[in-house]
């Protein structure tokens, strides 16, 4: 008892202190705020505007209001929104610019900063309704909240817009042009202290610019436990090859805009931004299982010879459908090696456990994949592509080389 007497003063002083740093991180920021709907995609589309929104706040000197992720689950209509901090930490953003969570801005401030008479959504241009009766020739409108995962995602927080404001013809690309400073002066933060998009304002894929932001990306405690402790407790001891096998029927479907096009999704990732290391082709989509297991076998030969040291000991699956642990054991046992998968589909788990793989084989047009490989690459950790590069090309400059 005279222990926690001559203690009360102490804890008192440490209580408020704690109290006083919790609220003056929530004082207002002069300089406004930049939130948005992460409203295309899944978790790769989102990661990939995620970055280049974070690079847009910062060039509009605005705190970015952190949004939740949207989710889709079987049978729902309605997305679910997931707390940003559920699955990355909000502190090592903070490195880089300055960031809130949406329900602590929603919470403390926006009563004070954004008024419900005041909540504007910015668009582009016009977005019509699909709902022909709200469609008024006379009063565009952002419709913002017209559709999944539009309306749930305002709704998480209780917002309503009141007006529309169409943002044409400035654009995101912070890092060519004066464009922040048109931004500023177009809107600045005394009159406009919330810029609120209706989706994303970011380029989709990730601008090159901004794939180094992912450093600041880093995984909750949750998951790099559970990261951990499923490397040490169900892999073998020894090195590990991580690999990313996309083949679920909507990506046979996505593969099919191959023939068509320069870029797919995250193919600038290995074949560069103007395609400076090669066009498109359907085997960089979608791969054989055949070919799979080949590169699977050259890959851990490779290292077997130039890392005698660091034995690949197993290989670790993440799908979203057909994760080929049959045909993998069959054709790895040989070489000693097992094929893991987790127990239960958790797209976020195996993420981050292929980031922390020895050896990395991914989808070169998959944005989930690309998550990996930018996270991998600001740890110096290597990353390898399927059927990259092409099988043709490899074969050639290997001749090449031994010549
Ligand atoms: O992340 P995402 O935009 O990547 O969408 P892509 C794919 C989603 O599928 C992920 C699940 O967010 C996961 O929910 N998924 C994919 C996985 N791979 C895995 C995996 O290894 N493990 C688990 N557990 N789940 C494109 C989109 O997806 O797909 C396009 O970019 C379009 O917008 C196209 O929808 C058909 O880039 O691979």
Redesign the pocket.
């Known amino acids: 008892m005279q222990w926690l007497k001559l203690k009360l003063p102490f804890i008192y002083l440490i209580c408020t202190a704690t109290w006083a740093t919790a609220w003056a991180n929530l004082e207002r920021d002069p300089n406004g705020y930049l939130t948005y709907c992460p409203c295309?995609?899944?978790?790769?589309?989102q990661a990939d505007h995620f970055l280049g929104s974070l690079a847009f706040a910062k060039g509009l000197n605005r705190t970015l209001i952190l949004p939740p992720w949207v989710e889709y689950r079987k049978g729902e209509m309605r997305s679910r929104q997931v707390p940003f901090n559920t699955y990355f930490d909000v502190e090592p953003l903070k490195d880089y610019h300055r960031v809130i969570l949406m329900s602590d801005f929603m919470w403390h401030l926006a009563d004070d900063v954004w008024p419900e008479s005041e909540r504007v959504s910015f668009c582009y241009m016009e977005r019509k309704s699909l709902q022909q009766e709200k469609n008024d020739p006379d009063q565009p409108n952002c419709h913002a909240k017209d559709g999944n995962p539009f309306g749930p995602f305002w709704d998480t927080y209780n917002i309503d817009f009141v007006k529309s404001e169409f943002y044409g013809p400035l654009h995101f690309d912070v890092h060519h042009s004066t464009m922040a400073t048109k931004w500023q002066s177009k809107y600045p933060a005394e009159s406009w202290p919330v810029l609120a998009f209706t989706g994303a304002p970011a380029s989709f894929p990730v601008q090159l610019e901004n794939r180094e932001l992912q450093k600041h990306m880093q995984w909750s405690a949750k998951y790099r436990d559970a990261a951990r402790d499923f490397i040490r407790k169900v892999l073998p001891r020894g090195a590990f090859v991580g690999i990313?096998?996309?083949n679920?029927i909507?990506?046979v479907?996505?593969c099919e805009h191959v023939k068509d096009s320069q870029h797919l999704?995250?193919s600038p990732q290995c074949l560069g931004y103007k395609n400076e290391r090669g066009a498109l082709y359907p085997e960089l989509c979608m791969q054989t299982k055949e070919s799979i297991v080949r590169q699977l076998k050259r890959t851990i030969k490779n290292v077997r010879q130039t890392q005698p040291n660091n034995e690949i000991k197993s290989v670790f699956v993440?799908?979203?459908a057909n994760h080929m642990i049959g045909e993998l054991n069959v054709a790895l046992s040989r070489m000693g090696i097992s094929v893991h998968r987790l127990p239960e589909?958790?797209?976020y788990l195996?993420l981050a456990i292929l980031g922390q793989s020895n050896h990395f084989i991914g989808?070169c047009?998959?944005?989930?994949?690309a998550f990996v490989k930018r996270e991998r690459d600001s740890h110096g950790f290597p990353s390898y592509f399927w059927s990259f590069p092409k099988e043709k090309d490899r074969q050639q400059s290997k001749a090449h080389e031994e010549l």
Not at 40 to 45: A, S
Not at 365 to 369: A, G, K, P
């Open positions: 295309m995609g899944r978790f790769g589309n990313h096998l996309r679920g909507d990506w479907r996505a999704f995250a993440a799908s979203d589909d958790d797209p195996d989808n047009i998959s944005s989930y994949s």
